[in-house]
């Protein structure tokens, strides 16, 4: 099984900075895409960044020059550094990572997401 926990939200000044961390452990094999997704509420998730596993990176509008995605392959472990925090960021940021599982002699495909952490952004 492969787990991720999830950490660094709270409450920040708007201007302030964050940094979310999410760690995947367990019988991995290999990780794949990895990706951040924040849902306010009354609103729909959505994707806030991406990364590949050779480190490409997309991002949403609303958070270019802002955020930055980032990985770290040794420790399976993807990073959201957000700068320039808005209230507007306020949300729950989820991590989604997906990959390859091994299931005793067998590897296969999974895809999680995190538990979500809680970013308040307010004065």
């Known amino acids: 099984q492969v787990q991720l926990v999830e950490s660094g939200g709270g409450l920040v000044q708007p201007g302030g900075s964050l940094r979310l961390s999410c760690a995947a452990s367990g019988s991995i094999f290999r990780i794949n895409d990895m990706a951040w997704y924040r849902q306010a509420p009354g609103k729909q998730r959505e994707l806030v960044a991406g990364?590949?596993?050779?480190?490409?990176?997309n991002y949403a509008d609303s958070v270019k020059g802002r955020f930055t995605i980032s990985r770290d392959n040794a420790k399976n472990t993807v990073y959201l550094q957000m700068n320039s925090l808005k209230p507007a960021d306020t949300a729950v940021y989820y991590c989604n990572v997906n990959g390859r599982q091994a299931i005793g002699y067998d590897v296969r495909y999974f895809e999680l997401w995190g538990q979500g952490t809680l970013v308040t952004v307010s004065s």
């Open positions: 990364i590949t596993r050779d480190s490409s990176t």
